[in-house]
C-alpha cells in the first residue's frame, strides 16, 4: 500500500486565517481524497482531488472554504480558509491502490488535528 | 447516495469473547466494503474487506461476512484482546465512485 507523509500534524490558528495541509504520496495515484474527523466522530468526505482537474466537493462544503490544489499525482493539498472555532477538526488525506487487478485498499495520513482559537 | 449505519456505538466485552459490529448500507450497487481500527490519537487502519462477490471473508481472528440481499456487512473478532480496544469503522464504496462513505463507528473496549 501507499504511504502517505501529511503535515503539519498539528497546529493552533487564530480564527479569521487560513491553513494549508500536504500530502505527499510515495507512488503515483489517480484519485486523493480530503475528510474531516470531529471529534469523537466519523470520518466525512470533503472532497475528491483529481489530478488535473477540478476538485469534486461533497454536500455541504465548498470550494472558496476548503481550496484544493492537485498538482501532480503525488501531491496535494487542501486549504481550510477564513478559518473559525467550528473548523477545529481533524484533517485526513488519504488515497486509494489499484491496479492489474489487484486492489490494495484505501490507505490514510496520519491526520493534522487543527485547533481555532 | 449512500447511507451507512453502524451498530452499536459502544460495545464492551470480556478478554477472549467474541466482538460483532454490524452496517447496514443503502445502495445495492454498492461493492466493496473496508473495515477500519482507529486507536487514540492515530489515522484509521484498514483491518479486513470484502468485495460484493464473496460472502464471508476471514483473517486469523477477524473475519467480516455480507449479506447482499439485506444489504448488511459484519465484523466478526473472535478471542478478543486487550489490544482490540478502539474505535472501529466500516465503510461501503458505491458502484461507479472511488469515494467511501463511512458508517459512524463503534468504541470497542476489551475488559480485562
Known amino acids: 500500500s501507499a504511504v502517505i507523509s501529511q503535515k503539519p500534524s498539528r497546529d493552533i490558528c487564530q480564527r479569521g486565517t487560513s491553513l494549508t495541509i500536504q500530502c505527499q504520496v510515495d507512488?503515483?495515484?489517480?484519485?486523493m481524497f480530503w475528510y474531516r474527523q470531529q471529534p469523537g466522530q466519523s470520518l466525512t468526505l470533503i472532497a475528491t482531488?483529481?489530478?488535473?482537474?477540478?476538485?469534486?466537493?461533497e454536500s455541504g462544503f465548498v470550494i472558496d472554504k476548503f481550496p484544493i490544489s492537485r498538482p501532480n499525482l503525488t501531491f496535494s493539498t487542501l486549504t481550510v480558509s477564513n478559518m473559525s472555532p467550528e473548523d477545529s477538526s481533524i484533517y485526513l488525506c488519504?488515497?486509494?491502490?489499484?491496479?492489474?487487478?489487484?486492489?490494495?485498499?484505501?490507505?490514510f495520513g496520519s491526520g493534522t488535528r487543527l485547533t481555532v482559537v | 447516495g449512500e447511507n451507512v449505519e453502524q451498530h452499536p456505538s459502544t460495545l464492551s466485552v470480556q478478554e477472549g469473547d467474541s466482538a460483532v459490529i454490524k452496517c447496514t448500507y443503502s445502495?445495492?450497487?454498492?461493492?466493496?466494503f473496508p473495515w477500519y481500527k482507529q486507536e487514540l490519537g492515530k489515522r484509521p487502519q484498514l483491518i479486513i474487506d470484502?468485495?460484493?462477490?464473496?460472502g464471508e471473508k476471514k483473517d486469523q481472528r477477524i473475519a467480516v461476512t455480507l449479506n447482499k440481499t439485506a444489504k448488511h456487512f459484519s465484523l466478526h473478532i473472535t478471542e478478543t484482546q486487550p489490544e482490540d480496544s478502539a474505535v472501529y469503522f466500516c465503510?461501503?464504496?458505491?458502484?461507479?465512485?472511488?469515494?467511501?462513505?463511512f458508517g459512524q463507528g463503534t468504541r470497542l473496549t476489551i475488559n480485562p
Open positions: 465503510a461501503a464504496r458505491p458502484r461507479g465512485a472511488q469515494k467511501l462513505v
Open positions: 488519504s488515497v486509494v491502490m489499484e491496479g492489474q487487478g489487484v486492489h490494495y485498499g484505501y490507505t
Open positions: 445502495d445495492s450497487a454498492s461493492n466493496y
Open positions: 470484502i468485495r460484493s462477490n464473496v
Open positions: 507512488s503515483q495515484v489517480t484519485m
Open positions: 482531488a483529481n489530478q488535473g482537474s477540478e476538485a469534486t466537493y
